[in-house]
């Protein structure tokens, strides 16, 4: 029984010589893996796991752009591992809007938002970048306008915004300085409290998004109910009573990436008024799957409120 342990313990100190030196190898300089084209060691320079492939002369680091799986499991097995533990995927819609001013959102769906650049702006990271423009029917025209554009100064989100429904997906620009309208330039009216079109109703859609698979930047669309559109031939329930859908059950026509947050117009009696605000939708001009938009009379007490909150001129009682 004695010279049993004294064997296993013999074994057992001889594994770990071999396990230290393999250590002090890898750390020193480099292991040869067994099929005699990758090296391996520690970085003197950062302590980074770093590979040499065949007979090239430079050491690429651990999970450089050209790694492959392959190379993965070989590294693992030199380093006392059974396998590569890794993941096909993620959630990527678990994702929120908290990035770079809220306009970044990746999903792993069809359905997508449909932002990109908005109407009369420039998408550009910090807000005191971005420049509104109006009258202008081309980017390359802003250019060469006469105008430098108006400077924005706050972007108002709404707080119930859900990046997940693209429930409640509005928001205000407020700008530096007023617009200066013409016979060209106008505002445009907003809708009343309880303004609800009938399906069928023609209104017009603009933007400078993705012109495929139709063309031009503006098109004539029908309102499409809400009762339709929530059936299970088309969006199966995901319109809110704060949405509100437009196009063509067959297609032809529709917003597309990049129109996000551009206008939905309908003339009431002689007078244009901003209905919707592009907001998402699955593809574009798919059928079956009409575009998507918010419904901004639901939200007028949330713009009366927020010009009024952000406003520059503010009374008090007593002043």
């Not at 002090?24 to 040499?52: A, C, K, T, W």
């Not at 390359?140 to 409640?168: C, F, L, M, P, W």
């Not at 059936?231 to 949405?243: F, H, L, V």
């Amino acid at each position: 029984l004695v010279r049993l342990l004294a064997a296993v313990c013999a074994v057992g100190l001889l594994g770990g010589l071999v396990v230290g030196v393999w250590f002090l190898e890898l750390v020193s300089g480099g292991i040869f893996n067994q099929s005699g084209s990758v090296f391996y060691r520690i970085s003197p320079e950062n302590s980074l796991l770093e590979i040499q492939l065949g007979k090239l002369p430079t050491w690429l680091p651990v999970c450089y752009e050209r790694w492959n799986s392959s190379l993965g499991t070989l590294v693992c097995r030199q380093l006392g591992y059974l396998r590569l533990t890794k993941h096909k995927g993620v959630n990527l819609t678990d994702i929120g809007p908290n990035y770079t001013d809220g306009f970044i959102q990746i999903t792993s769906e069809q359905k997508s938002s449909l932002e990109n650049m908005w109407q009369f702006s420039y998408r550009l990271p910090q807000i005191s970048s971005w420049v509104v423009y109006a009258g202008i029917v081309t980017r390359s025209s802003a250019k060469t306008a006469q105008h430098a554009g108006y400077a924005v100064e706050k972007i108002i989100y709404n707080k119930n915004y859900n990046h997940r429904t693209h429930d409640s997906d509005i928001a205000l620009m407020k700008l530096r300085t007023p617009f200066n309208f013409s016979d060209t330039i106008r505002p445009i009216c907003l809708p009343q409290h309880d303004y609800d079109l009938p399906g069928g109703t023609q209104c017009w859609i603009s933007g400078w998004g993705y012109t495929q698979p139709d063309g031009d930047g503006d098109r004539v669309i029908p309102i499409i109910s809400t009762k339709k559109c929530n059936s299970s031939c088309m969006y199966n329930g995901e319109i809110t009573a704060r949405m509100l859908c437009a196009g063509y059950t067959e297609g032809k026509v529709d917003a597309c990436q990049g129109d996000s947050g551009g206008p939905l117009v309908c003339q009431d009696d002689s007078v244009w008024r901003l209905v919707g605000v592009v907001s998402w939708g699955t593809g574009c001009a798919e059928p079956n799957h009409p575009g998507v938009y918010t419904k901004v009379a639901k939200f007028l007490g949330w713009i009366y409120e927020m010009i009024e909150v952000n406003s520059i001129f503010k009374f008090y009682s007593g002043q």
